[in-house]
């Protein structure tokens, strides 16, 4: 189940099953969207992609979804594994920026 | 090569002390960035490089020096640190203008003591 608090929001899922990590955005002018995951000792390594003009976006067993109505972006994660575990952060640009803002982050344990 | 690489990958310093981090990439990438990350927390900006001169000083504490001697290269030097300032600090590399193939190395665990 997925946890929200003062604490890392921690997503725990069993090896095989689809995940999916959430992120709210707040500004309405941004236009482009990115999905970091970063492993334990590891800088944030860029998973996927999207631009504004579009609703989704699918990449190796990894899709993003981005509703601009309710400024909401998600990464589903299908058929996860262990290798699977690690910190994901959304990240936006706005208004000519071409330097990403991250989002909370969400903790994604993968149990085998 | 796709790689930003920093060394070293741990550094115990204490709050006396002069040090510096160092950041190199060989992909061509014209603008550099440093960051800060805390435990369980987004990685924070601290400064942006762009065609090896300074364009972006997040209001960073002057302990903490930049440079950028040359393209590949981008240093962090650090001087009379704070136990707070104790954290993974990290370098990416991008073309100038383009969010698209921002590169993150895998970061300077620094503990301030």
């Known amino acids: 189940g997925e946890s929200v608090g003062l604490h890392l929001p921690t997503l725990s899922v069993q090896e095989g099953d689809n995940s999916i990590i959430n992120c709210a955005y707040s500004n309405s002018a941004s236009d482009y969207f990115i999905w970091y995951k970063q492993e334990s000792g590891k800088g944030p390594q860029f998973i996927i992609d999207i631009r504004s003009n579009m609703d989704k976006r699918q990449g190796q067993r990894v899709t993003v979804l981005l509703n601009k109505t309710v400024k909401h972006l998600s990464l589903q994660i299908a058929a996860t594994q262990p290798g699977d575990s690690a910190v994901y952060f959304c990240a936006e640009t706005a208004g000519g920026s071409y330097i990403p803002t991250f989002g909370r982050g969400t903790s994604l344990i993968v149990h085998p | 090569d796709t790689e930003v690489t920093q060394t070293p990958k741990h550094l115990v310093m204490g709050m006396t002390n002069k040090k510096s981090l160092k950041c190199e990439q060989h992909?061509?990438?014209?603008?550099m960035y440093w960051y800060k990350q805390k435990a369980k927390k987004p990685p924070e900006l601290m400064f942006v490089?762009?065609?090896?001169?300074?364009?972006i000083n997040e209001s960073v504490p002057s302990r903490f020096s930049p440079e950028c001697p040359n393209s590949s290269l981008l240093n962090l030097h650090l001087h009379a640190l704070q136990p707070e300032d104790s954290a993974l600090y990290l370098c990416?590399?991008?073309?100038?203008?383009?969010?698209?193939?921002?590169?993150f190395g895998s970061g300077t665990r620094l503990t301030v003591v």
């Open positions: 490089y762009s065609y090896e001169k300074l364009s």
């Open positions: 992909m061509g990438h014209r603008a």
């Open positions: 990416a590399s991008s073309q100038p203008g383009q969010p698209l193939g921002y590169t």
